[in-house]
């Protein structure tokens, strides 16, 4: 529910390993609110979500990167809160991986909106381990060369048996990727 | 590196690199302390009288002033988010975010309290005694602010109400905090008084991490 408006109903989605898939939807259809719900950040009115123990990692729509700190010092903070060791080198493979390891000194604040969230992809590729990612508008702000890489990625954590629920008001050429339309079930 | 951990030296280099911020509460408490002389009249007797209850009043107020948008900052940026999904316990994460606006915030009071007790011609012994209970009692200040912080985050005028639900709460501190003063003076023992003090530390230690736990979460829905 949003305010007094139900989203969606009768809503039976299943993420199976090694799945991409795409939710559409028109705007206010509730895509970042099933993905908030999916994360547990928030509590759906009715039904369940039921997970396998497979660890998951949800980006959203903002980067939760600080504007005071460098982007290797944020990075270097979310890899300790995923209770990862945050080793200099993993933190700036981890940049490697988006194209931006250059700016790993840089100050946040410096940054351009798709640096940020380069930056903020970049909390995926902080290490191999197959998860349940789930990411609210991914490609947002990238360019061409931003967009591949996040394609990489996404790709590459399916590949290894993670799954991967993904919003995107663009058109995404991603191996495998199965829509899911949540405007049929409002 | 645990939780609490990471939280504690991001939050730290955070204030360490906005400086002004993290220096405002102390600024109020110098200020707004240091007023009261010049206000009052250079009396001695009458400031000796009047310090415990104006400088705790005043760490008080302080102490407010830097909790009230404690977690606002990584609400809007999104790292408030992270922190509920990770596998650290959100209470340890908590912890970590008070600890560090007390060493920031908290502390810097307990260090210039004596400093303006000074400027109140209190005793050795009262200034003294002003200073444990402030060391005592800053960190309860830390624990109440960052629930009315987090029980009013994303409210409009949250900040206006952090204070009207903190302040109360902080009273029995506020109470026991001025009387072990006022009890030295009196040439009273304050041991009574700073022992409901450190019952209230734990207390709140013990508790309040939970409670700011909970309503972050319910925020955050």
């Known amino acids: 529910m949003r305010g007094r408006r139900r989203l969606f109903r009768d809503l039976d989605v299943a993420l199976e390993r090694g799945s991409i898939t795409w939710l559409r939807g028109a705007n206010g259809s509730g895509k970042t609110s099933l993905l908030r719900i999916l994360a547990g950040v928030s509590k759906p009115e009715s039904g369940e979500v039921i997970c396998d123990g497979t660890p998951v990692a949800y980006l959203a729509h903002a980067n939760a990167l600080k504007d005071d700190l460098t982007l290797g010092e944020a990075l270097a903070f979310h890899a300790r809160l995923q209770g990862l060791d945050a080793e200099p080198g993993q933190v700036r493979t981890a940049l490697e991986r988006l194209g931006i390891a250059d700016r790993a000194d840089a100050a946040v604040r410096t940054l351009s909106q798709g640096q940020r969230r380069r930056g903020a992809l970049a909390r995926l590729a902080l290490d191999d381990m197959p998860r349940v990612w789930l990411l609210d508008e991914p490609f947002d702000a990238l360019d061409a060369d931003g967009i591949e890489r996040a394609a990489a990625l996404v790709e590459g954590n399916a590949a290894r048996g993670g799954a991967v629920l993904l919003t995107s008001h663009q058109a995404v050429e991603l191996a495998r990727l199965r829509p899911i339309d949540l405007g049929a079930h409002a | ?221």
């Open chain 2, 1 to 221: 590196m645990s939780g609490w951990r990471a939280v504690l030296r991001r939050d730290l280099r955070l204030a360490a690199r906005r400086r002004i911020e993290a220096l405002l509460p102390l600024g109020f408490f110098v200020v707004a302390a240091g007023l009261f002389p010049l206000g009052v009249g250079p009396e001695r007797e009458t400031l000796r009288q009047i310090a415990p209850g104006v400088l705790w009043v005043c760490a008080l107020l302080a102490a407010m002033l830097s909790v009230t948008t404690l977690f606002a900052s990584d609400h809007q940026d999104g790292s408030l988010e992270q922190m509920l999904l990770a596998p650290h316990a959100l209470v340890e994460l908590v912890a970590g975010k008070v600890l560090a606006q007390w060493l920031t915030s908290g502390l810097p009071l307990v260090v210039a309290a004596p400093l303006i007790g000074v400027a109140f011609d209190m005793h050795a012994a009262s200034i003294g005694v002003l200073a444990l209970t402030l060391l005592l009692g800053t960190p309860i200040l830390g624990w109440l602010g960052a629930l009315g912080a987090a029980l009013t985050l994303g409210l409009r005028s949250g900040a206006a109400l952090v204070f009207l639900i903190v302040l109360p709460l902080a009273v029995p501190a506020l109470i026991f905090g001025a009387g072990a003063v006022a009890a030295v003076d009196s040439g009273l023992s304050p041991r009574g008084h700073i022992s409901l003090l450190g019952a209230l530390l734990i207390a709140s230690t013990m508790g309040v991490p939970f409670a700011i736990a909970a309503a972050l979460r319910i925020s955050v829905d």
